[in-house]
């Protein structure tokens, strides 16, 4: 079944809970579709008048402050061996050679890394966790965590539901090209850090010696 048609058959509450939940999970670092969750609520929002809008965006926007602090204080208290746990439980997200992208991130740009790491998919799962791995001063964590889950949480709600007011006429056709296009983004995100993992990982692999020849 369409994510759409099944968020309106559950209550409003439910909807609120569900974007929160699963936001705040992806955030703490657990691989979920946040980014598509929220975005068919939104649109739903938008033609149905039980789901406030504002409530959605508070709730997307706490779920996502919530779970990157979680994460943060995770990978504070259990520090290197937690990203090792992690690539054993989540080959495709957790590797080596993405940590080591995210870790270059980081270094460049520091608390920054948390903010604009809200709109890459990839790193919107690494951020709070890693942050806390890295030792982040939590001050300069906290401002970047709430600036980005404000801007991003309740920039996607605010977006998604006025055009879906806007484009009342074919909003179940945007619908599909709504999700489409999360997905798409979702997907270049992860390629393109992919991409960038491997070059890292391949930099960093140790050239090999020359064996001396015999005479």
Avoid at 72 to 82: E, N, S, T, V
Avoid at 154 to 179: C, D, M, N, P, Q
Wanted: include cysteine; charge should be positive.
């Amino acid at each position: 079944m369409h994510v759409q048609e099944w968020l309106g058959t559950v209550p409003a509450v439910a909807v609120y809970a569900l974007v929160g939940t699963v936001i705040g999970l992806e955030s703490l670092g657990i691989p979920l579709p946040g980014e598509i969750i929220l975005v068919s609520s939104a649109l739903l929002a938008s033609q149905h008048g039980d789901i406030d809008p504002v409530v959605l965006g508070a709730c997307a926007t706490a779920g996502a402050i919530i779970g990157d602090s979680i994460g943060y204080a995770i990978g504070r208290k259990g520090g290197r061996p937690l990203l090792g746990w992690l690539g054993g439980k989540f080959p495709r997200h957790f590797s080596e050679a993405h940590i080591a992208t995210a870790e270059r991130s980081f270094q460049r740009w520091g608390m920054w890394a948390v903010f604009f790491g809200r709109f890459v998919a990839l790193l919107r799962i690494f951020a709070g966790p890693l942050a806390g791995v890295l030792r982040m001063p939590y001050w300069k964590f906290l401002t970047a965590n709430v600036l980005g889950g404000i801007l991003w949480a309740g920039g996607t709600t605010a977006v998604i539901y006025y055009v879906g007011i806007v484009a009342e006429s074919w909003l179940k056709r945007f619908s599909w090209l709504g999700l489409v296009a999360a997905v798409l983004i979702g997907v270049t995100s992860v390629l393109v850090l992919r991409r960038k993992a491997n070059n890292t990982a391949s930099a960093a692999e140790p050239t090999p010696t020359p064996a001396p020849v015999g005479d």
